[in-house]
């Protein structure tokens, strides 16, 4: 199955910077160890290098673990404002595709909308 972005799904960006030569097993025990979430749970995991010129995301899709890797061969990726020194921020499906494409999130205002959730907390 080909990985696709689902509005349905959690999407972690990891905060502090990330050694990008990690593969699915240092990465997953980043997601276990630091974030204390369980990388089987189905939601999406985000790494970001020091550069800001690499990013991989970490998925499990029901049969073994997936890695998208984009580099970007000018510019950076623009990130999210941490709030209280977390080690991660949960972006919605919209910010990590501005975030993949180039857009600025602060300069970007959203209009009001209503936003159905069925996650249990």
Not at 12 to 38: C, H, W
Request: positive net charge; glycine residues 8%.
């Amino acid at each position: 199955m080909i990985y696709g972005l689902s509005g349905q799904i959690r999407y972690y960006l990891y905060a502090p910077s990330t050694d990008m030569r990690k593969g699915f097993d240092a990465l997953s025990g980043i997601v276990r160890n630091e974030l204390l979430q369980d990388p089987l749970c189905g939601d999406a995991f985000i790494f970001i290098n020091r550069r800001r010129n690499l990013l991989k995301l970490l998925a499990w899709d029901q049969t073994g673990f997936v890695i998208y890797y984009k580099r970007l061969e000018s510019g950076t990726f623009e990130l999210p404002v941490r709030k209280n020194g977390h080690k991660s921020v949960i972006i919605q499906r919209e910010e990590l595709v501005m975030i993949l494409e180039g857009i600025s999130l602060e300069k970007t205002k959203r209009r009001k909308r209503y936003l159905y959730s069925n996650f249990v907390d």
